[in-house]
């Protein structure tokens, strides 16, 4: 909590019952290369930075592995949360869980270069990434990401990417999807948005995916 430059490296974190690292506060804080798993409600959260002022907190993860993150919580217990403002997590493995594998809130974060599948596996009106309900919350980039076998075919439908009530003003960019997301009984794509405005997905690969590549519903 707090400080400045503080760096968590290759370590093991496993077996907690709740989350498995949490930076919250302060500035420039970095977790790289350690392995995150069999944790009961995630995760690796990173939250810090000024949303009055939109200053960035410039938290990074990078090149973590993080698997079995939801174990006791399970459902929004992600493997990597992201809030604030202007935090990054790149070159991150992430899979195996029954609900979500990130969480967006805030502004301005950057999701790039990591590879997300087995997610969503157990669980129904989700997404491998989720973020909603604030319209304030904008200016995020999730690019050049792989994301491959996510969701089931159960009732409402599930998606890689899930933009849910009204949120908006983020970017989908150069990422490829394969075998992800099924349209259910609802209007669900692979990149999904549920009312809000000024989303883009733009130079994305869609593989074997279902129904809908990019769906918005009104």
Not at 54 to 61: F, N, R, V, W
Not at 115 to 127: F, I, K, L
Not at 196 to 208: L, M, P, R
Request: negative net charge.
């Amino acid at each position: 909590t707090g400080g400045r430059g503080n760096r968590i490296e290759t370590c093991d974190f496993h077996n907690t019952r709740q989350v498995g690292i949490r930076v919250s506060g302060g500035a420039s804080h970095r977790v790289e290369g350690c392995d995150i798993h069999d944790n009961g409600t995630g995760r690796l959260v990173l939250d810090g930075g000024d949303r009055k002022t939109l200053t960035p907190a410039g938290h990074e993860a990078v090149n973590n592995h993080i698997w079995r993150f939801s174990q006791h919580q399970l459902c929004y217990a992600s493997g990597i949360t992201l809030g604030g403002v202007g935090n990054r997590a790149p070159h991150n493995l992430l899979h195996d869980a029954p609900h979500m594998a990130v969480g967006i809130g805030g502004n301005d974060h950057v999701f790039e270069y990591n590879v997300v599948h087995d997610v969503c596996n157990a669980s129904d009106d989700a997404g491998a990434l989720y973020k909603g309900r604030n319209p304030s919350c904008r200016g995020n980039v999730i690019r050049y990401n792989l994301w491959r076998d996510i969701g089931s075919p159960m009732g409402h439908g599930t998606a890689a990417v899930y933009f849910d009530d009204g949120d908006g003003g983020d970017t989908v960019f150069g990422n490829i999807f394969v075998r992800c997301g099924y349209p259910g009984k609802g209007s669900f794509g692979t990149v999904f948005s549920h009312g809000g405005h000024d989303n883009t997905a733009e130079n994305n690969v869609f593989i074997e995916n279902g129904e809908q590549q990019f769906q918005y519903s009104g």
